[in-house]
């Protein structure tokens, strides 16, 4: 069995994969403030809950906070006792970065692009509601051309309620219509209307650029709220599409070892 975790930098969701069934999963929040030991607790609780004990085989993490990358893994490595793959640009994951500074990308717009080459070998745009939302386009040959990062909804609410001195933190929900007619309504026609229009837009520019039509594959935490504003077409909605494909590029790292 496969333990995979996915460190974004508001929240951390781990998964525990038997051979291709996604059969466990859990979210905590990505606190740097954590030790190492408090993770490896963390963690220890979780897989005993679950009865997993000495039947894990090995784990892959991606990490965009750098300051717990380190930490998790080696919470896992002392606390689980099983050897951990971290995903960076240097790992064989079976796409091609075609980038000016492969380097720069986070593991977790590499695992994305890698799922979405390997389970569908089209041309694809992820979009991908976390932190900040991101666009990753990858050819049908696994080519990963890059993409677009824009602020996030809840970078935008926050933003919103900091530097204003009347608008209030909102609960961030599809509104009912465009036009709000008061102050919550209207903001969060702003955050997830605006949202949806710029995925629409984007897309759009993407495609022509591209020349030609691509698949349009949603996942993140906020892509169940946006899509129901969204006036694009989409071909699929995976919330563990970045888990899937740390999955498929672990079981690549076994090949390649053997």
Same mark, same amino acid.
């Not at 993407?206 to 996942?219: F, S």
């Given at each position: 069995m496969l333990f995979v975790a996915d460190i974004g930098n508001t929240s951390t969701t781990i998964g525990i994969y038997d051979g291709k069934n996604l059969v466990h999963s859990w979210r905590v929040a990505s606190d740097d403030k954590r030790s190492e030991d408090e993770y490896g607790v963390v963690l220890y609780n979780f897989i005993e809950f679950a009865g997993l004990h000495g039947k894990l085989?090995?784990?892959? =993490? *991606? *990490?965009?906070? /750098? *300051? #717990?990358t380190e930490k998790f893994k080696s919470a896992i490595e002392r606390y689980l006792y099983i050897p951990v793959v971290n995903l960076t640009h240097k790992t064989k994951t079976g796409i091609i970065l075609d980038l000016d500074k492969p380097e720069e990308t986070g593991p977790d717009r590499i695992a994305n692009a890698a799922a979405v080459y390997h389970l569908y070998k089209k041309t694809s745009i992820v979009v991908d509601f976390g932190t900040a939302t991101t666009f990753d386009v990858v050819l049908s040959d696994g080519r990963f051309l890059g993409g677009v990062i824009a602020p996030g909804i809840r970078i935008g @609410?926050? $933003?919103?309620?900091?530097? %204003? *001195?009347? /608008?209030?933190?909102?609960?961030?929900? @599809?509104? $009912?219509? %465009? =036009?709000?007619?008061? %102050?919550? !309504? $209207?903001?969060?026609?702003? #955050?997830?209307?605006?949202?949806? $229009? &710029?995925i629409d837009g984007m897309v759009d520019r993407?495609? !022509?650029? #591209?020349?030609?039509? @691509? &698949?349009?594959? /949603? %996942?993140g935490g906020y892509s169940d709220i946006v899509v129901e504003r969204m006036s694009h077409r989409f071909d699929i909605l995976d919330h563990n599409l970045t888990l899937e494909g740390l999955r498929l590029i672990y079981e690549m790292q076994k090949v390649l070892v053997h």
């Open positions: 085989d090995g784990a892959i =993490i *991606s *990490s965009v906070v /750098l *300051s #717990l @609410a926050k $933003a919103l309620s900091n530097f %204003t *001195s009347r /608008l209030p933190k909102v609960k961030i929900e @599809a509104p $009912a219509k %465009t =036009i709000g007619k008061n %102050t919550i !309504d $209207a903001i969060l026609s702003g #955050l997830v209307g605006g949202h949806a $229009a &710029m993407i495609e !022509d650029e #591209l020349g030609e039509p @691509a &698949m349009l594959i /949603l %996942t």
